[in-house]
Structures are given as structure tokens and as C-alpha cells.
């Protein structure tokens, strides 16, 4: 059974710091040609960005910080930009495997990882064995990764695994199969860049979440909007299909 009930299921708990954050990491691209610069400049400055928010997560105590990095959609980029990500999530892996395991976060990677390079598939599973035992903020990196993909590859894991729900099963048979089954579902979802859309990300797990845009290019999404995002989030009502009067009775 899955660890975590789904919001449609049960009532999570209120809580006034987001468990569990997911974000779109939008903008690296146009962030660099406001500047000038080739769009590859925008992915490094981006990594930055996200060493910064980890941090920020840890001091925060979030314990859940799932990052969009890589769409299934991204394949349709032109192909340099594509190998060029392919080998900055490379040596992103190599430099940060050590600093992650030292600061007790686990690392966990999710989405059709049988379709990268096997130097990477390999690093992939180098990393997330390394900080497997830790206990502190769990970093997901979405990489090759959509939505429905993964409601599909759930449905089919779970019919393999047991093929009498064949004839009907309920979310609680599926959820189990789901590719973050590890995690409870996102509290806050973040997209910078300002677009607004969820983009074929966790179409499953957001269900409930709640929703935060922002126009800020991800470069440039520091400590200080990741706070901004997180007081818009305890501003909100999260009453899960209830009336906001059963919530003053709880």
C-alpha cells in the first residue's frame, strides 16, 4: 500500500510550512537572451538557482522538493540544447552526489530513465544509492518525465503485479505504482517564468495542490521568492471539499 493517502481519499493535514514543494523550473532560456547570451548560459545559471533553494528548503524544513527538470516533451528541442542538458545533469550529478549525501538529502530521480545514455543511467543509479539512508529533505528531479506517463506506467505495473484488478480497482491499488509513491502529494506547486500551466507535470499528484505563478525567470528565483511563494500559500483556504464553516467546527 501506498505510504501517503490521496487528497481526494482523506484530509491531509493543515500545515503552515508546505510538506512537500514542486516546481516548474521555468525561464533559463529567455533569461539568458534578455542578456545576450546563448540559451545553454541560462541552464548554468539555473543549477545555481537550484543549489540556492535546496538550501532554502532545508533551512525551511520542507521536506519534499521535487523539481520539473527535464519534460518528455523536452526531446523536441533542438538537439545541441538537448545534448547540452544531458551532460550538465551529468556532471550536476558528479559534483553534487558528495554534498547532497553530507547534508543528509536524499536524492531521488523519477521518469523514463531507461531512455538516457547508459553513462547516465548508470551515474543515476550511483546517486541515488548513495543518499538512499538519508533521513532530511528528499530532492526529486523529474527528468524525462510527463504526467501521463506515469498514470500509464502505474496502470500497467500495477495489472502485471496483479492481474485481478483487471476487473476493476480503486486509487488506492493504483497509487502504490505511481513513480513518487514515496512522497506525499505537493502542498504548493511553483512555476516561474510566467507561464501558467502545469505542462503534463505530476497530473495525478496536484490535484489538491496548491497553485502558485510567478513572472520571475527561474534564474533569478532566489531564497527570498520561494519565501514570497510560501506566504501566498499560507494565505490560502485549503478546505479539500469542505465549506469554509466545517473548517472553523474542526
Not at 38 to 65: F, M, N, S, W
Not at 132 to 138: D, F, K, M, S
Not at 212 to 239: G, H, N, V
Amino acid at each position: 500500500m501506498s505510504l501517503f493517502s490521496s487528497s481526494t481519499v482523506a484530509i491531509p493535514d493543515a500545515v503552515q510550512v508546505p510538506r512537500h514543494v514542486a516546481i516548474i523550473m521555468d525561464g533559463n532560456g529567455r533569461w539568458a537572451k534578455k542578456r545576450f547570451m546563448p540559451r545553454v548560459a541560462g541552464h548554468k545559471r539555473g543549477l545555481e538557482t537550484v543549489r540556492e533553494i535546496v538550501q532554502a528548503c532545508v533551512d525551511l524544513r520542507v521536506d519534499y522538493l521535487t523539481l520539473f527538470a527535464f519534460s518528455s516533451e523536452n526531446w523536441r528541442r533542438p538537439q545541441d540544447e538537448v545534448s547540452f542538458l544531458m551532460q550538465l545533469f551529468l556532471r550536476a550529478m558528479e559534483r553534487e552526489v558528495n554534498k547532497l549525501a553530507d547534508n543528509n538529502i536524499r536524492l531521488k530521480i523519477v521518469g523514463r530513465l531507461d531512455r538516457f545514455e547508459p553513462q547516465i543511467a548508470e551515474m543515476i543509479e550511483k546517486s541515488q544509492a548513495r543518499t538512499a539512508a538519508n533521513n532530511g529533505l528528499t530532492l526529486t528531479i523529474a527528468a524525462d518525465y510527463g504526467g501521463r506517463w506515469d498514470i500509464l506506467q502505474a496502470t500497467q505495473h500495477m495489472l502485471k503485479a496483479r492481474p485481478e484488478l483487471v476487473q476493476g480497482f480503486e486509487e488506492g491499488d493504483l497509487a502504490p505504482y505511481l513513480a513518487m509513491s514515496y512522497a506525499p502529494e505537493p502542498d504548493l506547486f511553483i512555476r516561474t517564468g510566467g507561464e501558467q500551466r502545469i505542462s503534463n507535470f505530476l497530473l495525478w499528484q496536484l490535484a489538491y495542490s496548491e497553485l502558485y505563478f510567478t513572472d520571475t525567470l527561474w534564474p533569478d528565483f532566489d531564497a527570498k521568492a520561494l519565501k514570497q511563494a510560501i506566504a501566498s500559500y499560507q494565505t490560502r483556504e485549503r478546505r479539500f471539499g469542505r465549506t469554509s464553516e466545517q473548517l472553523l467546527d474542526a
